[in-house]
């Protein structure tokens, strides 16, 4: 897996009743709207962690995110799914499955199958540790959301 920032490109339009539509080109299932620009926006934030999760639950390929064009937004799902979601790439890349899993974690096989399961509640430094036992670095980005900035999709080369 290269890097990857799970935030994924949004359109904003509005529809026949002057509402604003949030639709992802990548996840066209995550679908939402408001009465305002910034309740769309946090809306779609919601709709694309139910779509992703869904995707797991379902064993549906999930995309990696497409660049952000023009008058698109940038959209990330919660915390705790984007990770569930780089884990679930992760064991796929590895071809490694729950048991082995729980084998690098030395936890029970139970616990394990919690940390892949979309709908379980898991624990940020769980899931991190979960893909760090798999070789795989998790950074946290922190940006001004306000200020509409984009959140790079790969780090920016050294200049040397």
Do not use: C, W
Request: proline fraction near 8%.
């Amino acid at each position: 897996m290269r890097p990857t920032v799970f935030a994924y490109p949004a359109t904003l339009s509005r529809d026949a009743a002057r509402r604003f539509v949030v639709r992802f080109p990548d996840i066209p299932e995550a679908l939402t709207d408001g009465a305002t620009q910034e309740e769309a926006l946090h809306e779609a934030a919601d709709a694309l962690s139910e779509a992703l999760m869904s995707r797991i639950a379902d064993s549906e390929p999930i995309p990696e995110p497409s660049p952000v064009g023009r008058n698109q937004y940038q959209v990330a799902p919660d915390a705790t799914i984007a990770l569930k979601v780089a884990l679930h790439k992760a064991l796929k890349e590895k071809r490694a499955t729950a048991a082995d899993l729980s084998r690098l974690l030395e936890i029970d096989h139970k616990e394990a199958r919690r940390l892949l399961d979309p709908r379980e509640t898991s624990k940020v430094p769980r899931l991190t540790a979960a893909l760090v036992a798999l070789g795989y670095s998790v950074t946290t980005a922190v940006y001004d959301a306000a200020k509409r900035e984009r959140i790079l999709s790969s780090p920016a080369p050294r200049r040397r």
